[in-house]
Structures are given as C-alpha cells and as structure tokens.
C-alpha cells in the first residue's frame, strides 16, 4: 500500500527517548531532523502498522528494534510521533527499567 506524503512533527518526550535509545551520544544537539527523516522514510516505505486509541506505528527501517508511536492528522496528512519504544530485550533501557519507574509513579 502506498502511503500519501506527510509532514512530521516530533514531541520533546520522543526526542529524550530518542536521544537514551538510538543516538547513542552522537552530540547532535537536535535530533529532530534525524527522527524526522527516520519515519518519514519508513512511513514511504509502507512500515507503518494500527496501533491502539487513534495512534499507528511506524517501524524504523534502519532498526528493526525501534517503533514510534505516532498520532496520524490524515486530512492534515501530518504525523506527530508522540514516543518511541525498543523490541526485544536487548533494549538500550531495559524494559525491567521502564516498568519499575511505572510502578513508582501509581
């Protein structure tokens, strides 16, 4: 299936994540354009899958580990990648890590 073309926009919370997950330091001082491109490229390439309340998922074409989560704006054609998460559990952060801090904060 053929995706239309779409404008992205990132939230601060992917950026951080980004940056603890895949950056891995690199300096960059804004990583916006690199996650920008990232999905813009996997959503062209139709990696791109429903996810639950309103989101889609767009897998990284360069990881096959990292997933956005993404609120898709169709009639705007804009997709705004609110988070990211890692597969499999050689995870930059552990997702034991993640879920403690989730039992913390209820």
């Known amino acids: 299936m053929t995706r239309p073309p ?5 939230t601060d919370h ?8 895949v950056s891995g330091g690199s300096g960059a ?29 767009v897998a990284d074409a360069r990881r096959a580990d990292v997933v956005y989560v993404c609120r898709w ?7 705004v990648v609110v ?4 597969r499999g559990e050689d995870a930059a952060v552990p997702r034991r890590y993640t879920e403690a801090l989730r039992r913390m904060r209820d």
Request: hydrophobic residues 45%.
């Open 14 to 21: 992917a950026v951080e994540r980004f940056r603890q997950r």
């Open 29 to 57: 001082l804004d990583v916006r354009p690199e996650i920008v491109g990232r999905v813009a490229h996997a959503w062209a390439a139709g990696r791109v899958t429903d996810g639950e309340r309103a989101t889609v998922r």
């Open 83 to 86: 988070t990211l998460w890692e």
């Open 6 to 10: 779409v404008s992205v926009a990132v």
């Open 73 to 79: 704006d169709q009639p705007r054609g804009e997709l």
